[in-house]
């Protein structure tokens, strides 16, 4: 497998599962607190799911985008799912450029984003600079989750300043975000997924992730830490675990909402 190259894979990859995660919090100019989660997914259909092959669907859009105010308690969930590729397409030029309906988000300068969603609830309109060079997990970027394996590149510290527009008033915001971009054909059809970004104050941040096979048990964890300079590490013998769940009243499913992160 070859290694990752900057900027060129910061673009879309003819891969089965593909997507770009953002999340972080954010805090505006009257001092109040909001916590911002937005991924853009790209899934070949037939890769994913042979069942659909019927269907004339080869390619599936997603945008799952969400604004929490954390003193309200309220949140807002955005959820938009194409199963047709997006009026305005992807463009693969020098630098990454996803257009959805809805959301877009481009790298205009390295190391410099503008991510951009619009919807009934709220409107984000942010320019995202990574302070810290991208960090390649596992093998020169290239992680084992299982059936099929995943290219793995993290932004870890990146600094937002914008606008956000919710409940009809527009505040100006800056915050700290993290951003994970993974792509390749694997399998993610029964499997339990935690993840967690971890940022301390001391400028040094965590990964730890745990991936739950449920049909054969078997489980796969990582985590590594990153250091002030954007050095990267695999931490051995750390230990994650769920220590609280929430069941959905709609569905039936079970969340785990609390862990607890062992590091030796």
């Avoid at 959805?100 to 600079?129: C, M, P, V």
Wanted: proline letters at 4%; a positive charge.
């Amino acid at each position: 497998m070859r290694k990752i190259r900057f900027p060129k894979d910061e673009a879309v990859h003819p891969k089965g599962s593909e997507w770009w995660y953002f999340n972080g919090h954010l805090k505006s100019e009257d001092k109040k607190e909001y916590s911002l989660m937005a991924s853009f997914f790209r899934m070949d259909m037939v890769k994913n799911r042979p069942k659909l092959f019927l269907l004339p669907i080869k390619v599936g859009y997603l945008i799952h985008a969400h604004i929490s105010d954390i003193k309200k308690k309220q949140f807002y969930p955005f959820y938009k799912h194409f199963i047709q590729r997006p009026k305005e397409k992807f463009a693969e030029k020098k630098f990454l450029c996803n257009h959805y309906r809805l959301a877009s988000l481009k790298e205009f300068a390295k190391g410099i984003y503008h991510l951009y969603i619009k919807n009934k609830r709220y409107t984000i309109d942010l320019i995202i600079t990574a302070e810290k060079p991208p960090v390649l997990h596992g093998k020169n970027g290239i992680i084992d989750i299982g059936k099929g394996y995943s290219y793995y590149y993290s932004f870890t510290n990146m600094l937002a300043r914008g606008t956000l527009k919710i409940d009809n008033e527009t505040k100006q915001v800056e915050g700290l975000l993290w951003m994970d971009h993974q792509w390749g054909n694997f399998d993610l059809h029964n499997k339990q997924w935690d993840w967690l970004s971890i940022k301390l104050n001391n400028d040094i941040e965590i990964m730890a992730f745990k991936i739950l096979d449920k049909a054969t048990q078997k489980i796969i964890f990582y985590t590594s830490l990153i250091d002030k300079n954007g050095r990267s590490a695999i931490i051995k013998d750390a230990e994650l675990e769920s220590t609280k769940s929430w069941k959905s009243k709609k569905t039936g499913v079970i969340y785990p909402v609390c862990w607890n992160l062992k590091v030796p």
